[in-house]
């Protein structure tokens, strides 16, 4: 208290002091007294913040979210990933420790048994942040068990939320997402449902590094894709399922269960072996006809054309390069403006700078890689002043040179284009001869599009893979590199 | 450049200085005070890089009424400084204040530049716009020294005189009575004097008024409405709109339930206005090539080039009825919308034929070879006929005069079939004569079959628009100019028991 009392003097106003003057000393003693006794120290309010204190699910959710967000920005501030190759088993890892403790403390209140149902999706991704699966669980048990109704269309809904839960929570929930898959499989729905459910699955399982999982929903989809009628195969739910429709699903799960290793022995004999076996994978399970086959391999890898080359010398080379193992790649365009920072708002960096730093690792393990960019000239970024294409042609130089991939070129090609007739007017893109040249009749896009446009390319100008995958492809071009190298040691004896 | 700082005497001159915002007889602020507070703003600036300065300032009066009760009334005013400091191979950070002198200026400066440090975020600089094209810059009046004299006892004036005979005859009414003014001005320490960027506003001023009443039968068995916005307080008629709203209200009372169906409509303007909103929405040439929306064409007339498909739009084809053409016209001040540069005169439908879609200067640069954005529907105009509401009803065996929708949303976006209420008085009309209130209905309807299915069209006028704010173009209401029109054929699906 005396403390207070001189801290309390020292803060008089000025103008009640001169009144305390007059008054005298004992009214002054009174009256500050009195005052002091009437003031509290100031405080700081508590602020911090207690998410135990939280009253709803969605509260805590959103600060579970707001730790996570946290997390990764401290992350991302002292590891650069846009060079690092993606590691598929991330999205099995646990949380970072702090999110779960958050989660943990903030759904200490809400019991598995009482909770409101109405609560039931926001409720179950809380308990498996905070590692309560046992309670997410049950939780779902009740919910399923509260559908009175005889239609399927809600227990379908709720079962559906589930396995999007246990598949967009870290570290993914492969197990349970499995079994109420599974369990949805066998109790009714027609083949082409079961079909997407086991897609969904493998998709899920692959995606996650879990190739144990992933061949297993693959073989219960060569199952029941073998066991299709016609008819199934020519509806329109076939054509639709997963993401690129129902053949490839059962190619890609012939794949999957084949695997690279059986593709590299097959690419050690010979090129055409492995193309030999894809396509008679392809007409064994797909039973379609050996024309409708979707992917290039196989075809003779035209040389590329360019109206400017860099290095200036790679214009009078053939490229793809004969007696060497080539990569060509179509660079999208679309990505220049962001990549640089050309006419755009923002700069994308990781997203410009993976599809670089593959092949750099790549080139850097292979030397001879024969690296191929193509380009098709745009004209135009935004709000930048339209660029001549030479003037293009060298921002796409400045764009892929400080990635230093050894063996790169680059080929640029003019761009031509018409205009639909008035009133219309709108400018339409011509595809280019290279465009053209590697799309070898089939319907996909090259430009401009992730499925197409990155094609290996062996010693004797065959294509061999579209690469989707660098573990894949770096399979695939050491088997090249070690056939080449046997077939010298053999000429050489 | 040089950098002010404050220390020694004179900076605590300038603290013992009040901070005022504005004098009272200064309610806004002028272009040599706006370029003023740029150019000291620019002078604090530490670090180099680019100093993006916008401007505001407004004052706004304002009278709500309810229940025949004044519930609010106010003058306010206030200035508004946001500055953005972008500093290379740094960052960018922004700060706003309301306060104008140097003190505050330069703390305000100082924070952004501190945000622009830690925003780990190096900014590009944005690409600079080409100057808009010489004259492209309309000079439309959008300013009124009615609207912007009006002081409280005006706006009290008004509403007394609205609320009186409404109260006189024992209903309720409720109201709304606005009076806004401001100015506007964005400049960049790199471009001052442009050429301006696509952030860059050069300084505008502009007014608002509005004035809008229900009134409501006190057992609630009826309801009228009527509203208009205007930039000139003088060009609103309050007594007519009073009268207006009181007439509908003793018209509507104790309606009648009528069973939902196909009816012959007679759409005033402002029920007109509240289904053009769902077209003005629509006008969109990207989403129209990307295959979707109602100016689309279909997927067999679509042109595949290597496997994309190339959408047509209805670009020159008749899609609507030929008595009807849709234009924009920056330079109409009864639209009220604040110039801004490269605004053109836009036709969207000429005699029913698709003319032109909105498109963005990206597009426009990427796929016409232009350098300049289309704008869409946004404050449009709407051509009309002779016929009055009065002759459009004497002319109807059976049919609904509808005075306004309310809650439509949109159910599919292909067709624009959509949903939404009436309100505020709905009749019968039977053999040339409004015979009985009815009760309200839902309707689920495309506006284009509306547009298809007009019968007559009366003379355009402007509507109830109110612009909240002069550049708030993304604001769902749409300032417009349109007709009463009768249709066939107007699918109404259910009964409303809201009154």
Redesign the interface.
Known sequence: MPTLHREHFGHVPHRFACRASRWGGAALALVLATSAAAQTRFTWPDTIVDVAKYATVDQCLAATQRVQEGQAALHS?VVWRDTMPVDVQETLKPLAAPVTKTAVSCAAQFDERTAKLSDFAPLMTLYLVANRDADAKALLERRLADITSRSTHERVAVEDSAVLIYLHAQPKRLDPAEQLLVARARSGGDRLDRLALYGRLMDAARDAGDTTRARRAALWIVAVGDSLTQAERESDKYTKLGPLGGDLMIFGAVQQIVGVKTLVDSLRRGTMAMVNLERTMWLHYTKQRPESFPLPIGEHAPPVAGDIWYPREAAGERHPAPGHVSVVEFVDGSALGTCL???S?G?ITDACAYPFSSLRRLSDRVPGLDVTFVVGT???F?????PSPAEEAELYRNWIEPFRIKGAVLSVTTRDFWN?P???????D??TPN??GY?FGK????EGNSFGGKYLIDQDGIIVDVIFNEQATNEFVDALVQRQKAGGDRAAK | MSVRTLNGRAAKARRAEPKRLLADEERILTKAQCDAIAQRIFAFARGGGETQVQIGSWTRGELRWARNRVSLASDRRDVRVEIHRIVPNVGGGKAITNQLDDESLEAAVRAAERLAAVS?QPV?P??G?PAPPEGSWPKSAIWSDETYSSTPETRGDVARKLIDPTEAKGFYSAGYIEMHAGTSMRVSSVRAAGPYS?DDVPYVRWTQAQCSMTVRDQKGAGSGWAGLSSYDWKSIDTAALGARALQKCEASRNPATLEPGRYTVILEPQAVAELMQIVAASIDREIA?SGMGPWTLAPDDA?R????P?W??K??LKVIDDRITIDHDPSDPRLGIVPQPWMEQVTFFEKGVL?SLEYA??YA?????KNAARRGMWAYRMSGGTTTVDEMISTTQRGLLVTRFSDIRTLDGNSLLSSGLTRDGLWLVEHGKITKAVKNLRFTESPLFVLNSIEQLGEPVPVFRPVRSAYEQAIPLTPAIVPPLKARDFSFTSTIDAI
Do not use: Y
């Open positions: 501030m920072g050309i006419g708002w700069v745009r004209g135009n935004l709000h930048a002043k339209p639909l008035a009133p219309d007017g709108r400018r339409i011509k595809l465009s053209i799309s319907s996909w896009a090259i | 780990h590009r944005r690409p716009f696509v090539e042109v080039i290597g496997g994309n190339i047509r739009t670009l020159g003319k200067r990206r640069l990427a796929s016409l070879g």
